[in-house]
C-alpha cells in the first residue's frame, strides 16, 4: 500500500470546505481505503476525442483546451528563440565581464527579449507575404460599395477558406495571426477594405491546428507538404531561422530594393554599460542602441539615391500610399469603414456611418493639395507624421472647410463620431509602419505576457481542464451580460474570463455575431488602459459581478481547487437530479470558495492587457 502524505495547506484546504473530523486510524479498515494505481496518470487525456466543430455561436470547452494546446507552443518557440545564443549575431559572451552578477542577469534578459524581438519582426514580415497570397482575386473595397444594400450585412458572411494539414502556415506566421485575430474591430476592417472576408470568415481551424500539435512536446508541424505548400504561396522558407536575418523594403524616392539588418546590436558596444554620467546625459541603455529593422532607432541608407530611411519616413509614405488610392481608386482610409460601434453601416442610410467616413472626405478636398505636399519624398526627403498631423489640425480648426466634409448636417462644428473617425485613422500610422491597422509585432510581444500567465496556470496539465474550461465559459458569458448592461462603463476580466474571450475572438464571425446581438455593437479590446484606471475598473467590475450572479469574480482556478470542485460537482449532480436552485447555489459556494483559501498571487485576478472601453472612448 502507498501511504500518502497530507501537507498542511492540503488540510487547510480540506477544513475549510467543511470535510468530516478526522477519524482514528484504527476504525479505517483496509477495504475502506482507495485504491491506488503504479501506473502515472495520463496527462494528456483531455485532449483526446475532442469535438471542434467551426461555426459554434460561443466557445466551447475543448476549443479552448485547443487553444491552451497552441499557446503552449507559443510559450516554447518563444523560449527557444530568446535563448539561442548567437542567433541574430546576438552572443551572451557580449555582455561585459565586469558587469555584477545582477547587471550581468538583467542584461542576459535583454537579450533574450532582443532576440525575440527581431523573431517576431521577421514573422510580421512573413505574415505578410501570407496575407498577400490568401484570396490573391481579392477585390478593394470601394466607397461606393459601402452605399449597396449588401455592405450592411457583410459580417455575415457565409464561405470560408478551408484549411487542412496540407496547407497550414508555420508556426510564426500563425503566432501572428492569433494576435492580428484578437484585435477583433480592426481585422475585420482590414479585411472589408482588402476583400478578404473569406479569409475573416474562417478564422482559427482548430481542428488541423490541435491535431499538428503533439500532446506531449507541444511540437507544431502539420505535414511534409505544408512546408512545400508555404514556400510555393509566399516564397519563405517553412522556418523563418533558414532566411537571412534581413528584411526587405522598397526606398519611396526612387524605387529600388533595399536590404535592411533585423538588428545591428551584435557587437560588445551594443551591451555595454553606461555610466551614470552617460545615463543623465542621456545615453541608452544597455542594448537599447541599435540601427536594424527590429531596433529602436532604425536607419538605412539608400545606396542608390543616398535617402535616409527609417520608420517615421515609412509610416508617412504608408499614410501617402492610402491616400493615393482613396483619391484614384475610391478606397476608403483605414478607421473609416466601421461605425464608432464597430459596425459595417451605408454612410447614405446612417447619420453615424456618414460621420465615419469625414475623413475621406475632408482629406480628398480642402485638404488634397496640402498633404499630397508634405508627403512628397522628392520635395521633404524628412517628411514625418507629425507634418500630416498638423496640415489635419488646421483643417479642423477651418469651419469652411469642415462645412464641406459634413454635407449632410452644414455645420462648422465638429461631430464626435467624425472626431472618433479622424483618430481612428491617425491612429493606423503611429508607431506602425506595416501594411496592416496595427503595428504587429507590438500586438504579438504584448501578447506574450498573456502567454506566459497561461504556460505558468498549466491548465493545459490540469487534470480537472474540461471542468476549468466549462466554468470560465459561464463567466464569460456573464461577463458579456455586464458589457450589454453597462455600455458606458470599462470593464475588466479575468485570466480565466479572457482565455474564453480569447478563444470566442479567433472565431471572428460567430464573435461578431454574438457580440452583436447581445450589446448592438462589436465588442473590441483595448491593452494600453493606464494601470490605474485598469485597476479602478476592475474593482467596478468585480462588484458588478457579484452583485449581478451572487459569486466571486476573482477565484482561484489552480488545479487543486478545481479538483476539489469538479469531485463536489460530480456528488451534487447524483443527488439533485433536478438541477434546481439547490445545485447552482452550492456551486456558487464551491467557485467562491477560493478567495479565502488561496495564495492570491496564483490566482486569475485582473488581466492586464485587455480591458472594454465606453461606446464613445
Known amino acids: 500500500m502507498i501511504s500518502v502524505k497530507t501537507f498542511p495547506e492540503d488540510r487547510k484546504h480540506l477544513q475549510s470546505l467543511g470535510s468530516a473530523p478526522e477519524t482514528p486510524r484504527s476504525e479505517i479498515s483496509e477495504s475502506r481505503l482507495p485504491a491506488y494505481s503504479s501506473e502515472p496518470p495520463d496527462i494528456t487525456c483531455a485532449f483526446s476525442n475532442l469535438c471542434l466543430d467551426i461555426g459554434t455561436a460561443r466557445p466551447t470547452p475543448d476549443q479552448c483546451i485547443a487553444h491552451l494546446k497552441l499557446l503552449e507552443a507559443f510559450s516554447q518557440l518563444r523560449e527557444d528563440i530568446g535563448t539561442r545564443d548567437g542567433l541574430y549575431g546576438i552572443q551572451d559572451d557580449l555582455a561585459p565581464t565586469k558587469a555584477s552578477e545582477q547587471q550581468r542577469h538583467e542584461i542576459l534578459a535583454k537579450m533574450r527579449e532582443k532576440r525575440w524581438g527581431g523573431f517576431v519582426t521577421k514573422a510580421v514580415a512573413r505574415f505578410q507575404d501570407f496575407w498577400k497570397s490568401i484570396q490573391p482575386d481579392a477585390q478593394t473595397i470601394r466607397q461606393a460599395d459601402m452605399r449597396t444594400p449588401s455592405y450592411e450585412n457583410i459580417g455575415h458572411q457565409p464561405t470560408q477558406l478551408i484549411f487542412n494539414k496540407d496547407n497550414l502556415p508555420p508556426l510564426d506566421v500563425l503566432m501572428v495571426w492569433h494576435a492580428y485575430m484578437l484585435n477583433p474591430r480592426i481585422f475585420f476592417g482590414d479585411c472589408i477594405r482588402s476583400g478578404k472576408m473569406k479569409f475573416w470568415a474562417t478564422g482559427m481551424p482548430w481542428n488541423v491546428i490541435e491535431s499538428a500539435i503533439d500532446n506531449v512536446t507541444f511540437e507544431y508541424f502539420p505535414s511534409a507538404r505544408a512546408n512545400e505548400h508555404f ?29 535592411a539588418p533585423l538588428t545591428t546590436c551584435d557587437n560588445t558596444m551594443a551591451w555595454a554599460l553606461r555610466t551614470e554620467e552617460e545615463q543623465r546625459s542621456g545615453h541608452t541603455d544597455a542594448g537599447e542602441t541599435g540601427s536594424g529593422y527590429a531596433d529602436r532607432d532604425f536607419i538605412v541608407i539608400c545606396s542608390n539615391c543616398a535617402l535616409s530611411l527609417n520608420h517615421d519616413i515609412l509610416r508617412t509614405q504608408k499614410f501617402r500610399g492610402d491616400m493615393e488610392n482613396l483619391l484614384l481608386h475610391d478606397c476608403p482610409m483605414p478607421g473609416t469603414i466601421l461605425t464608432i460601434n464597430g459596425l459595417p ?13 469625414f475623413p475621406n472626405r475632408l482629406m480628398g478636398t480642402s485638404l488634397r493639395s496640402r498633404l499630397l505636399e508634405v508627403t512628397d519624398m522628392k520635395q521633404h526627403t524628412s517628411a514625418h507624421m507629425n507634418d500630416v498631423r498638423t496640415v489635419i489640425e488646421n483643417g479642423l480648426e477651418d ?8 454635407i449632410s448636417t452644414n455645420s462648422g462644428r465638429l461631430d464626435i463620431e467624425a472626431a472618433v473617425a479622424i483618430r481612428r485613422m491617425m491612429s493606423t500610422y503611429w508607431a506602425n509602419s506595416t501594411g496592416f491597422g496595427l503595428d504587429l509585432v507590438g500586438a504579438v510581444i504584448r501578447q506574450s505576457s498573456f502567454v506566459e500567465k497561461m504556460h505558468s496556470i498549466d491548465w493545459v496539465h490540469s487534470p480537472a481542464v474540461k471542468s476549468t474550461m466549462s466554468h470560465l465559459i459561464t463567466k464569460y458569458e456573464r461577463f458579456v451580460k455586464i458589457l450589454e448592461l453597462n455600455p458606458h462603463q470599462v470593464a475588466v476580466p479575468t485570466l480565466d474570463v479572457d482565455l474564453a474571450w480569447h478563444t470566442h475572438k479567433l472565431s471572428p464571425r460567430s464573435y461578431y455575431q454574438y457580440t452583436v446581438g447581445k450589446t448592438r455593437k462589436f465588442i473590441d479590446h483595448d491593452d494600453k488602459v493606464d494601470e490605474n484606471k485598469l485597476s479602478t475598473a476592475f474593482e467596478w467590475t468585480s462588484k458588478t459581478y457579484q452583485k449581478m450572479f451572487n459569486s466571486v469574480y476573482s477565484e482561484c482556478t489552480c488545479w487543486y481547487c478545481e479538483a476539489i470542485r469538479e469531485s463536489h460537482t460530480s456528488t451534487i449532480s447524483r443527488i439533485f437530479k433536478s438541477g434546481k436552485d439547490p445545485v447552482g447555489q452550492e456551486l456558487d459556494q464551491l467557485h467562491s470558495s477560493s478567495e479565502k483559501l488561496c495564495d492570491h498571487e496564483k490566482m486569475p485576478h485582473i488581466s492586464a492587457h485587455n480591458a472594454i472601453r465606453p461606446v464613445h472612448s
Open 345 to 357: 453601416r451605408n454612410p447614405t442610410s446612417s447619420l453615424g456611418a456618414y460621420h465615419t467616413g
Open 231 to 259: 514556400n510555393k504561396l509566399t516564397g519563405c522558407q517553412w522556418n523563418s531561422l533558414d532566411e537571412a536575418s534581413e528584411i526587405k523594403l522598397s526606398c519611396p524616392k526612387c524605387r529600388r530594393g533595399i536590404t
Open 399 to 406: 469651419t469652411q472647410a469642415i462645412k464641406a466634409a459634413q
